[in-house]
Structure formats: structure tokens, C-alpha cells
């Protein structure tokens, strides 16, 4: 089973407001992904890592920004939220491998009031 | 433009019976497909997965087929049990590391 962590799992923040959502993986993947995704919508790409010191953005334009200082932990945040920014934002990591599945950790749920 | 499409939103099935989710895709660089199962409040769990190089992968009571001609996959759940139900979202990955996903499709699997 892949331990992937997200903290918070809920968010409820004013506009205007600087937040960071963590993510860390215990498994040594080198790759690391973030997408975002609304109820019955599918799951877009914002950002992904292919190892330390290497981030791209997605295909979902955003406003947010990423690190990856250490190969376990790849943070996202936002420099000043939106009630746009409502969402569920899940983190996701695999390893080198060609064919390998993304493993997904729990999200986290946030509103922007 | 969605580059995969589920296009059933919902399937309900009695239990014990066959369950078949179907997708779609529209890019042929396309080259390693997965399923993925979700519940609500709680992130995609992997499923299964098939290779482009494959037509059909068996995992225990999970099938997954693929059609390139018909650039369509299809998951097959048998028997269908309760604990079945759950949002299931297919997935396509591009040569290379970028994954795309449908919508998913809520699956009722009915006592």
C-alpha cells in the first residue's frame, strides 16, 4: 500500500490568504504530481515534479506554486486565495518505472470563503 | 479539449452480476491505461492497469480490455459486490509521465 500523506484534508480560509497544502511520500518516488479536481469533473494536472529541484506547470493554468527541495515532499501554495481556488486538490507520486500507477494520497478540501 | 471521456455518469447493477465500465479516448500516442476507484473524501485508489501493447489484463474479479482500433477501454467487474460502489475514473498516460483522466462514472452495485 502506498503512503502518500496530505495535510490539511479540509481548508476553509478567507480571501486573500497565503496557504500551503503538503504533501509527502515515505516511498523514495522520484516522480510527484498535484491535480485538482471539482465534483464530476475529471482530474486536471496543475503542477508535477520529475525529482528534486525539478517542477513544471500542467495543462489547468494556476495560480499556485510549487517546491521540491526533498524527494519526499512536494508543497503546494497559493499566494493569495480566491473563492476560485474551492476545490479538492490531490497530490500523487510513483516511481521510475515505465508503466507504473500513480499513487494517490487522501486530498485535501479546500473552500475559499 | 477531454482527451478521455467516460461517458456514463452512472451505472447501477445487482449484486452478484456483471458490472462493465466503458471509456473512451481520442489520443493514439496514448500508451498505458489504469482504472482507478474513489469514495467520497478519500483520493483515487489504483486498480488495474493495461499496457498499449496488450488487449486485455486480469486481476481477480477486475478485467480491463482494451480496443486501440476503437480507441476504447472497458472495465469489467465480476461478480459485482456492494462494496463495489464508488466513483471510477479511467486514466491514459502519454509516452512520457503525463497522465489524463475521464470524469468517472458513480457505480451503484445494488443488495
Known amino acids: 500500500e502506498a503512503d502518500i500523506y496530505q495535510t490539511p484534508r479540509y481548508l476553509v480560509i478567507g480571501t486573500g490568504k497565503k496557504i500551503t497544502l503538503e504533501c509527502s511520500q515515505t516511498?523514495?518516488?522520484?516522480?510527484m504530481y498535484w491535480y485538482q479536481q471539482d465534483p464530476g469533473m475529471e482530474l486536471h494536472l496543475i503542477h508535477y515534479s520529475y525529482g528534486v529541484n525539478s517542477t513544471e506547470k500542467g495543462d489547468l493554468s494556476s495560480e499556485s506554486t510549487v517546491s521540491r527541495i526533498r524527494t519526499e515532499h512536494f508543497p503546494l501554495t497559493l499566494e493569495s486565495a480566491r473563492p476560485s481556488h474551492t476545490s479538492q486538490y490531490l497530490c500523487a507520486s510513483r516511481p521510475g518505472q515505465t508503466n507504473s500507477p500513480l499513487h494517490f494520497g487522501n486530498g485535501t478540501r479546500l473552500t475559499v470563503t | 479539449d477531454q482527451q478521455v471521456k467516460q461517458n456514463s455518469p452512472s451505472l447501477s447493477v445487482q449484486e452478484g452480476r456483471i458490472s462493465i465500465l466503458n471509456c473512451d479516448y481520442t489520443n493514439s500516442m496514448f500508451d498505458y491505461f489504469l482504472w482507478y476507484k474513489k469514495y467520497p473524501a478519500e483520493g483515487p485508489t489504483f486498480l488495474i492497469s493495461?499496457?498499449?501493447?496488450?488487449d486485455k489484463n486480469e486481476d481477480g474479479r477486475f478485467t480491463v480490455f482494451l480496443n486501440k482500433s476503437a480507441k476504447h477501454l472497458s472495465l469489467h467487474i465480476v461478480p459485482s459486490q456492494p462494496g463495489d460502489s464508488a466513483v471510477y475514473f479511467c486514466?491514459?498516460?502519454?509516452?512520457?509521465?503525463?497522465?489524463?483522466f475521464g470524469t468517472g462514472t458513480s457505480l451503484t452495485v445494488i443488495p
Open positions: 493495461i499496457s498499449s501493447i496488450k
Open positions: 516511498m523514495g518516488h522520484d516522480k
Open positions: 486514466a491514459a498516460r502519454l509516452t512520457g509521465n503525463q497522465f489524463y
